[in-house]
């Protein structure tokens, strides 16, 4: 089983700052990955998926980038509703498994 | 608009089975699979496994394989999943989510059904 290790755990940053999650696999996964942003109480939404293509309807200011084994999920200008948890997803040949999490903190 | 609606939160004694329902609407039902996912408390997801409405075939994680069964009734558009000898360990939120064609992917997902297990 391919495992999805990401870091950090958590971050806390200002708005206006940009900020990098990464995300690592365990084995080469090509172009084969998503993200997703969870606020408390609510399912999954995704944002980005074939690692660097944005959903329709989401924010410019997220980005994403990487292939094999390393990736990572950028907001280039944070704002207060980015605070959420956000979630790596891999999806290689038609088995999938999810990161741990990252929680972002508005300081 | 795409909506997937899942039944309500479900309290059950450990060894028995719980049956979570998920209803699609504002799509063609039988042309996207239905993924089933779940978050343990102040957990990551994990997948479950996914059925395609149009053939009923199934894809199980291999954790969930022989314990979890995947069904669709297309002619109301929903999906069931059933989890059968259940355990403290699968106290969790339950999502069904549509996949984009035939990736792993979720674009849409339904409301979460809290499954409790406990005696």
């Known amino acids: 089983d391919i495992q999805m290790t990401q870091s950090p755990s958590t971050l806390s940053a200002s708005i206006g700052d940009r900020v990098t999650i990464t995300c690592r696999a365990s084995?080469?996964?090509?172009?084969?990955l998503a993200w997703y942003q969870q606020k408390p109480g609510m399912a999954p939404k995704l944002l980005i998926y074939k690692a660097s293509t944005l959903e329709t309807g989401v924010p410019s200011r997220f980005s994403g980038s990487g292939s094999g084994t390393d990736f990572s999920l950028t907001i280039s200008s944070l704002q207060p509703e980015d605070s959420a948890t956000y979630y790596c997803?891999?999806?290689?040949?038609?088995?999938?498994?999810f990161g741990q999490g990252t929680k972002l903190e508005i300081k | 608009q795409v909506q997937l609606v899942q039944s309500g939160a479900d309290v059950k004694r450990p060894g028995a089975s719980v049956k979570v329902s998920c209803k699609a609407s504002g799509y063609t039902f039988t042309g996207y699979y239905i993924h089933w996912v779940r978050q343990a408390p102040g957990q990551g997801p994990e997948w479950m496994g996914r059925?395609?409405?149009?053939?009923?075939?199934?894809h199980y994680a291999r954790e969930f394989q022989g314990r979890v069964t995947l069904t669709r009734d297309t002619s109301i558009s929903t999906a069931y999943m059933e989890v059968s000898r259940l355990t403290s360990d699968d106290t969790a939120l339950y999502y069904c989510?549509?996949?984009?064609?035939?990736?792993?992917?979720?674009?849409?997902w339904g409301q979460g059904t809290l499954v409790t297990v406990s005696s």
């Open positions: 997803q891999q999806y290689h040949n038609f088995m999938c498994s």
């Open positions: 084995q080469s996964i090509s172009i084969w």
């Open positions: 059925i395609n409405p149009n053939s009923g075939d199934t």
């Open positions: 989510a549509r996949g984009s064609g035939s990736w792993y992917y979720f674009e849409y």
